[in-house]
């Protein structure tokens, strides 16, 4: 056995069942895999039920009778002692245990049985093998944050070495960090990109910059793939540009699985094979598949802590074109939290108003990056990194842009900033509001 997954066996995660599980999931054919997704939600439900104090009264269900009478629950519900969460036969000495980043601004701490936990790795296993990478050999650049303290700094460093990743820390973005990442990868054979969208989108516009393609200068270089953040097109085809190598989009969550992964052609897969996963309108009744509303997930095989039509709090479109067992994420549209509330009442996503000022204020390469925030319902402020501040042209540009697609009345302010905050785990929140 190798080396990532004799590390998962010594930490007791049962992994080689764990892949034998999957691949009989896997095996199930189209025609009877509905039926098997039936199963599987009614049996995890019942299993909370009769196992599990905290899941019995906050469903106020005495047995499973319908899947439409299963409660959604919230990370606002979660957020209370882990110990009172988990079922019986289960501590947080013999499970998993970890905690969300809190971006959404609903933090908690959550649990894995090690058979679920092992499941979860199997998953992504897969998924990234559908781009031929090996998470046992293949040597990953990795575009993380990392804790600052000593203890959890060398934590990281020795999971990463186990791991075959080679870690970017990205609360430090500066053309000369980013020449210091850049050397590295003339030194080492890479296979793969892993990390946060916008730090990765960063390293694409350095390089642009210095008109390097890297597979260049890493021939060994096969595919970037980038997960935790909204990855747009134009950023997309930067990227691909001058990186050269195809990139790949990859959405999960820490406190459930790897929930949907892009392959070779460009269909954002759902995992239907450990999750269950539904859209749901404000009246939590399932919209059809076309039709946008809030992702709701099902962890199938988490039996330490339910995690049972779980509302992660982002929006998504399921294709027309899914099927049971291949379900397709058509649209990630953002998350429920970051809607812009206006003067006349109207609502718009906040990624609306992100996607109007970049396609203004990206036009020549000064801007770096930057994030957006609601302070009052008539006020905008835009903060950015670049390297000259905007002109008075450039800022009258985004002001008439705003008015344009969204109304008028609305006043906005811009700051120039050397580096933008990447909260404790260097992600951007590129849209928030504050009121």
């Not at 079922?87 to 959404?104: A, C, I, L, P, R």
């Not at 946008?292 to 049972?308: D, Q, V």
Request: charge should be positive.
């Amino acid at each position: 056995m190798n080396l990532f997954e004799t590390t998962l066996k010594l930490k007791g995660f049962p992994i080689k069942e764990a892949k034998l599980r999957l691949q009989e999931i896997q095996d199930i054919s189209e025609e009877d895999y509905s039926e098997y997704v039936t199963k599987m939600k009614e049996e995890i439900v019942s299993h909370h039920l009769r196992e599990n104090v905290f899941y019995k009264e906050f469903s106020n269900l005495s047995h499973f009778r319908s899947w439409d009478e299963v409660p959604v629950m919230t990370k606002a519900d979660l957020q209370k002692s882990l110990a009172k969460r988990l079922s019986k036969g289960f501590s947080e000495k013999n499970v998993y245990v970890n905690k969300t980043s809190g971006s959404s601004g609903h933090p908690f701490v959550f649990a894995k049985d090690k058979m679920c936990h092992a499941l979860t790795w199997a998953e992504i296993m897969t998924r990234f093998a559908w781009h031929g990478i090996d998470f046992n050999t293949s040597l990953q650049a990795r575009f993380y944050g990392i804790p600052l303290d000593k203890i959890g700094y060398q934590k990281e460093r020795l999971k990463d070495k186990l791991s075959s990743r080679y870690r970017f820390p990205i609360f430090d973005l500066s053309d000369k960090k980013l020449e210091e990442f850049l050397k590295v990868f003339t030194q080492k054979p890479f296979e793969y990109i892993n990390g946060y969208t916008s730090s990765i989108v960063l390293f694409a516009k350095y390089l642009k910059k210095k008109e390097i393609v890297l597979k260049d200068v890493c021939p060994s270089l096969t595919c970037c793939i980038v997960t935790s953040e909204m990855l747009y097109d134009t950023d997309k085809k930067l990227m691909e540009t001058t990186f050269g190598v195809s990139v790949y989009n990859e959405y999960g969550a820490s406190e459930l699985d790897l929930i949907a992964f892009e392959n070779q052609k460009g269909e954002f897969v759902l995992n239907s094979e450990t999750l269950f996963v539904e859209i749901l309108d404000d009246n939590n009744k399932p919209v059809p598949n076309g039709m946008p509303g809030r992702i709701i997930i099902t962890s199938l095989y988490n039996k330490a802590h339910p995690m049972i039509r779980y509302d992660i709090g982002d929006n998504g479109v399921i294709s027309k074109k899914s099927t049971a067992k291949k379900p397709i994420l058509e649209k990630l549209v953002g998350r429920t939290n970051d809607v812009a509330k206006l003067p006349s009442g109207k609502q718009v996503p906040g990624l609306t108003f992100y996607y109007v000022t970049k396609s203004v204020i990206e036009d020549d390469g000064n801007v770096k990056e930057f994030i957006i925030e609601q302070t009052a319902l008539d006020h905008f402020k835009i903060t950015y990194v670049a390297d000259k501040v905007l002109t008075n042209s450039e800022t009258q540009k985004i002001k008439v842009a705003v008015i344009t697609y969204l109304e008028e009345g609305l006043t906005v302010t811009c700051n120039k900033v050397s580096v933008l905050d990447r909260a404790n785990r260097g992600k951007l929140k590129q849209f928030a509001s504050r009121i």
